[in-house]
Every structure is written in structure tokens, then in C-alpha cells.
């Protein structure tokens, strides 16, 4: 049985470029963050992998596909009040700012972006 360093197992992982624009470095680090959760709990190289390449291809806008657990809660609030402010004509900068606002526990979410 042959054991495969830390350093021999990276240089086999396919390489991914990081993206560079805001939303992508957003979702990478968001992917990475799932990756570890997944890790802990035991998941398989293929699960985590899978995980991985599900929060990289996700669309935010698509609230349905946005988990409805504990864990995903505020950032589902945060993206139904974003989404909402930018169909009621606020600009990308607001709505990102009401994002920003809900994520950080700055305010409950309420709907006051509305025309």
C-alpha cells in the first residue's frame, strides 16, 4: 500500500482557476466553505467534488434552488430582499447594499425598497 503525501495529492487535483470578478471570488469562497463543512462530516472525494462544482455553477438569482434550512436562512433572505429591490428599479449598488445589510445583521430584512 503505497501512502500518497499532502503535496503529491495536490499536484494530481485538477487545477481550478479562481475567478476575479466580485460575484465569482463571492461563490468561490462560498464553494470552499461548503468543501470544509463537507470534509467534516465525512463526505466522499466524489460528494465533495460535487459540492463543490453545484455552489460554483449556482444561480443566485433562482431563489427556489436556494436551501430552506438554518444554515442557508439569512443568506435566503438576504438574496428574496435583493432580488425584490432590483425589480423595484433600485440600482445594482442598493441592492447590494441590502444584501450586505441582512448578511452583517443590520437590519431584518423588511421590505422597505419598495416604490
Known amino acids: 500500500m503505497a501512502v500518497i503525501k ?30 470544509e463543512a463537507a470534509k467534516k462530516a465525512g463526505k466522499s472525494s466524489d460528494e465533495i467534488h460535487a459540492i463543490f462544482k453545484k455552489v460554483m455553477e449556482f444561480n443566485p438569482m433562482d431563489i427556489e434552488s436556494i436551501p430552506q434550512d438554518e444554515a442557508h436562512a439569512k443568506y435566503r433572505t438576504a438574496m428574496v430582499h435583493m432580488k425584490k429591490a432590483l425589480e423595484s428599479g433600485k440600482s445594482a449598488d442598493e441592492a447590494h447594499e441590502v444584501f450586505r445589510k441582512i448578511m452583517n445583521g443590520e437590519t431584518s430584512g423588511h421590505c422597505h425598497h419598495s416604490k
Do not use: C, L, Q, W
Open 6 to 35: 499532502g503535496s503529491e495529492v495536490n499536484n494530481m487535483h485538477p487545477k481550478f482557476e479562481i475567478p476575479t470578478d466580485p460575484h465569482g471570488k463571492h461563490r468561490y469562497e462560498s464553494a470552499m466553505k461548503h468543501v
